[in-house]
């Protein structure tokens, strides 16, 4: 039994928990704990080091922690590992961008911290449209007609001007079906199916809320931003890991403490009131810790029942949570001897894949990052990463069905025809999987308003934090909105309106909009 030594635990030392965390010690004065079951923090963030990647369990370990798999890779994980392939290579757990690059809501809430980081935008973007690769440029889409890109222009002006409360009613439907109301002309959907999939991280423009993506758009637009200049950025150094120990730092200074390997087994409740944690510490002892107020970042899909017992919660909530869907992501990585991508930015296509169950392919989206961050691969070397998003359900189904393994290899089939010299300057290929990217999908049915709002209802002194609260934007810059959400509500302080711009903090309760625009 521990005593009430915290005025805060936060359960999960995930980007939402480390950030709410920090807030709460640097701008409120709390003594923090946070609890994590894994022996790292960052959660989703982690970064190898190839250097350091000496077992197979050093690679898949990381994997695992976080619902990842490895689909496929070539040769075996075994034989990378053994021939110390990986030396001198650096990479993402999964692909990952700082969404609005130098201005995204991260980075805001890092600066307010008094922890900054150095954001490195990507230069350029690339979209391919009948076969050829074309770069993006600011005023011109080159494989558009004059016509096709006034039209393509015409509709996201159309989105950008209009008022919230309108933007709002779009939410309940899919960008599909919003732009086959107001263009047939296929280039002009195929960009808007690419962009709208990868920015959200769907595979399809039908599988996405039209709202969400009308906000995200409108973000780095009144930045001044563009996917050829800037939307997107990465990190060098420690990479994204930087972050999570930016932060954990914030809360050690202000006197709280992050422990590692410290596994929340649940959230204690009595009467309708937190009463803190009990947690098995790494040496398998379990421990209560008592604290009045908890902050929970632990993913939804585990949350309810497993960690919060059922039956201290309102009924309605277990039952809409129990409905709610998530969002995986395949996202391949390839490490060459010679560089075969000139274009230092994310590139954006639409791969065909032979399988019944993917009919209409996948979006995928990748970047060269060792030709705009130093150290990420070997000199004059290249390293490649990807991101094809897919609903949870969706990525289970390919698994059994066998549709994983043909969306691999037909990944592997657009490189090598479409990128002259990848067949023979590939040393290796590595394919996870993650069944859990965003714990509530942006998908028409539940968009913002079926997301968790940050007080659990029914449990006074619980909190919810991390890509489950209502946001739009998700991933890092997501779940950075959230944090500020979060510790708005339990303090009473317009975190939201003191570090975002008003472009970046849009908010607004949706319980009103009906269930079909």
């Known amino acids: 039994m521990s005593t009430n030594e915290f005025d805060v635990i936060v359960a999960g030392a ?46 898949l370990g990381p994997l695992e922690s976080f619902t990842g798999s490895l689909a496929y890779s070539e040769p075996s994980i075994e034989k990378i590992i053994e021939d110390g392939m990986l030396a001198g290579y650096n990479f993402e757990l999964g692909m990952h961008d700082i969404v ?56 996201l002006g159309g989105m950008l001007k209009l008022p919230l409360d309108t933007v709002l009613e779009h939410y309940r439907e899919s960008l599909h079906d919003y732009l086959v109301e107001r263009t047939s002309d296929p280039k002009v959907l195929e960009f808007f199916d690419i962009l709208g999939a990868f920015t959200v991280g769907m595979n399809s423009a039908k599988e996405l809320s039209a709202g969400e993506f009308m906000l995200i758009t409108r973000m780095p637009m009144a930045a001044g931003l563009h996917f050829a200049d800037g939307t997107l950025g990465q990190m060098g150094g420690e990479s994204f890991m930087q972050v999570a120990h930016n932060l954990a730092s914030v809360i050690t200074a202000e006197g709280g403490e992050v422990r590692t390997g410290w596994r929340v087994r649940q959230i204690l409740v009595e009467d309708g009131v937190v009463q803190g944690v009990e947690v098995r510490t790494p040496t398998g002892e379990i421990e209560r810790i008592e604290c009045p107020l908890v902050v929970s970042n632990i993913p939804l899909p585990l949350l309810v029942d497993q960690i919060i017992p059922a039956d201290a919660l309102p009924q309605d909530f277990v039952k809409r949570t129990g409905k709610l869907t998530s969002s995986g992501a395949v996202t391949p990585i390839f490490g060459l001897s010679k560089s075969v991508i000139d274009i230092p930015g994310m590139l954006m296509t639409k791969v065909p894949v032979d ?105 006074d002194g619980l909190y919810f934090v991390g890509d489950s609260v209502k946001n739009y934007g998700g991933f890092m810059d997501g779940v950075a909105f959230t944090s500020l959400l979060t510790v708005s509500e339990i303090t009473g302080n317009d975190y939201l309106g003191e570090i975002l711009p008003p472009y970046q903090r849009e908010r607004r309760d949706l319980s009103d909009v009906p269930a079909q625009a």
């Open 355 to 459: 399988h019944p169950d993917l009919p209409d392919g996948v979006v995928l989206g990748y970047e060269a990052h060792s030709l705009f961050v130093e150290g990420k691969a070997p000199t004059d070397k290249e390293i490649i990463e990807c991101w094809v998003g897919l609903e949870t359900h969706h990525l289970r189904q390919l698994r059994e069905s066998g549709g994983l393994d043909a969306l691999c290899q037909a990944i592997m089939t657009f490189f090598k025809e479409n990128h002259p010299g990848f067949e023979e300057a590939l040393e290796w290929a590595l394919f996870p999987a993650f069944e859990y990217v965003v714990n509530v999908a942006p998908t028409p049915d539940q968009a913002w308003d079926q997301m968790l709002d940050p007080k659990c209802p029914g449990i």
């Open 100 to 155: 609005n690059g130098a201005q995204s809501r991260l980075v805001h809430v890092l600066d307010a911290l008094e922890v900054p980081v150095e954001i490195i935008p990507l230069k350029a973007c690339g979209f391919w449209s009948d076969g050829k690769l074309h770069e993006m440029t600011r005023g011109s889409f080159p494989w558009m007609a004059r016509e096709e890109y006034a039209e393509m222009r015409a509709i």
């Open 14 to 59: 995930g980007v939402g928990g480390l950030c709410a965390g920090a807030l709460l010690a640097k701008k409120e004065g709390k003594r923090v704990l946070v609890l994590e079951r894994t022996p790292r923090i960052g959660g989703r963030i982690h970064h190898y080091k190839g250097d350091e990647i000496e077992t197979v369990e050093d690679y």
